[in-house]
């Protein structure tokens, strides 16, 4: 397996100064003493990619030059030196990749107080430092899940962010229970597959979205027809209109545009949550005066852990959540970008790699 790697790839990198992604030959990276060689089978454009592309005032682990791809799936090709010899990962085990898994140390100020998605010591592979869109990734022990039974590499990938953000954000940050009523803003990339989320939990769900074919969608999931705010009907009327006044217990905002930010204020009721995940607008108004005669709580969220990576890529693997991904040749990666800013893709895309 060993003489197979070869010494350099293509791969679609980030140039400071620029926002076109560059498909670039670099160096195949590698093995990390505490981590693993990866030969990738996919990885998952996110709306992120572009984000990252131009931001040019990035965070301070960004290097001026980078690979892109934050939601990866390979196969372990070499173990590195110190990994230990009880290690349950072994070469030719097919794993998922956090992109952010923390460094896990004591002295860590974000590690120890249980939020390892922003350590800021750690690798963020295509977050600012080399990630997946390449056939090649280097990772650290600590970024690796076992990929079970019946979950395919572009699920897997894509069960590394688009999945992950939204479970973590329902079932850590919002803690949806059962017995709640939800509101779901927007059923994009993550949004689909938050709505999965919920429905396992068992709360209700009101959908809103601006597309047809993703309601439906929603409707072949088993969600009510009543429970789905028709297109071009405002949410805060629709709210009223079926008795849901006073009864919307989380507002899930997968949306984050003043519009959606605004609705949330207004149909959630006294004593809610509204759970902070989309930032189609950067900044958005709180009512100040709603916010405190309703004692609401305002919950951002971000990534997720690598416990919420095991626990999504357990109900995949069980059909409970079916995350719509498309494979692609690593070609159509700009191509898929300018889809995903237009609105065309519904759902997914992941790079595939040639084996
Ligand atoms: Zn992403
Ligand atoms: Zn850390």
């Known amino acids: 397996m060993t003489t197979s790697i070869p010494s350099t790839m293509h791969g679609w990198r980030k140039h400071m100064g620029s926002p076109d992604p560059v498909w670039e030959e670099v160096a195949v990276p590698q093995t990390p003493p505490t981590g693993f060689l990866i030969k990738m089978l996919a990885s998952g454009v996110c709306r992120s990619d572009h984000s990252i592309l131009i931001d040019e005032k990035p965070r301070p682990w960004f290097e001026k030059q980078f690979t892109l791809g934050h939601e990866g799936c390979g196969t372990i090709v070499r173990v590195g030196a110190q990994v230990r010899s009880d290690s349950k990962f072994k070469v030719g085990d097919v794993v998922a990749l956090d992109a952010v898994p923390g460094c896990g140390f004591d002295d860590c100020p974000e590690c120890s107080r249980d939020v390892s998605q922003l350590c800021l010591r750690c690798q963020h592979s295509g977050i600012g430092q080399d990630g997946y869109h390449a056939p090649y990734a280097a990772v650290d022990q600590r970024a690796v899940v076992l990929v079970p039974e019946g979950v395919t590499p572009a699920e897997a990938a894509v069960a590394t962010d688009a999945v992950k953000t939204g479970y973590h954000a329902i079932t850590r940050r919002g803690e949806v229970k059962a017995h709640e009523t939800v509101f779901l803003f927007g059923l994009g990339g993550l949004g689909f597959n938050a709505l999965q989320t919920i429905h396992h939990i068992g709360a209700r769900v009101i959908v809103s979205d601006v597309k047809e074919e993703l309601l439906e969608e929603a409707v072949k999931l088993g969600i009510p027809r009543g429970d789905i705010v028709p297109v071009g009907k405002s949410p805060t009327e629709f709210i009223i209109e079926n008795g849901l006044d006073g009864k919307i217990d989380t507002v899930l905002d997968f949306v984050g545009m003043h519009q959606t930010f605004h609705d949330a204020q207004v149909i959630v009721?006294?004593?809610?949550?509204?759970?902070?995940?989309?930032?189609?607008?950067?900044?958005?108004?709180?009512?100040?005066?709603?916010?405190?005669?309703?004692?609401?709580?305002?919950?951002?969220s971000y990534g997720g852990q690598l416990d919420d990576l095991e626990e999504v890529l357990e109900l995949i693997s069980k059909k409970v959540i079916q995350p719509q991904v498309v494979g692609k040749p690593p070609s159509e990666f700009p191509a898929t970008l300018q889809g995903l800013l237009d609105g065309q893709i519904k759902g997914r895309i992941a790079l595939m790699y040639d084996q």
């Open 269 to 300: 009721r006294r004593g809610g949550k509204i759970v902070c995940v989309g930032t189609l607008d950067h900044e958005n108004v709180v009512d100040m005066k709603n916010g405190i005669r309703k004692r609401l709580s305002f919950i951002f």
